[in-house]
């Protein structure tokens, strides 16, 4: 991440998280994953008790589940938006910008993401980090091409999937 500059990025939230020296992991879910999954949650608790910080776009109801567990538990976060930056911010998000645990960036002027707008965050968020996390479902055609690209090019990652298996792809960094 410190590679990346942000120029003509819209940010709310600190931005000492983009260049601080916090654990980065990006985080990706399908939009069917199983919200009440144990491993998710599991997982999402331990990152904020590491105070791991954890980036991602947020959308699918996966992730945003697992963006308010981890920060309930300590997290910090980098939230890549494909639309607007919110109007404002409620329970653990709040909290999390208030503590400067967070911080939000969005290069897009719309109301609702694309999927163009998706995809681009997407892989920013996947350039950023050399850890990931992914939660997929099936063959998710946004995010498994992501995934496959991670692991040959040899990141750490950790692949949780429908059928309630875990993959680690753990290369030492």
Not at 55 to 75: C, D, W
Not at 116 to 125: G, K, M, S, V
Request: glycine fraction near 4%.
């Amino acid at each position: 991440m410190n590679k990346i500059k942000l120029l003509g990025v819209n940010c709310e939230g600190s931005m000492r998280l983009w260049r601080g020296p916090e654990v980065k992991i990006s985080v990706f879910a399908s939009r069917h994953f199983d919200t009440d999954d144990c491993r998710l949650v599991q997982w999402a608790a331990e990152m904020g008790e590491r105070h791991r910080c954890l980036v991602g776009t947020f959308h699918s109801k996966a992730e945003q589940r697992i963006l308010n567990v981890a920060l309930e538990n300590g997290a910090f976060a980098v939230w890549l938006r494909g639309c607007s930056l919110p109007n404002s911010y409620s329970g653990p998000l709040w909290n999390a910008m208030a503590e400067d645990r967070m911080l939000v960036a969005s290069c897009f002027h719309m109301k609702h993401h694309t999927r163009d707008t998706a995809r681009y965050c997407t892989h920013l968020a996947a350039m950023c980090c050399k850890r990931h996390a992914y939660f997929l479902k099936d063959d998710d055609s946004l995010l498994a091409p992501c995934c496959r690209k991670a692991i040959s090019w040899r990141y750490d990652v950790q692949v949780f999937n429908e059928e309630r298996r875990s993959e680690d792809f753990f290369i030492d960094l």
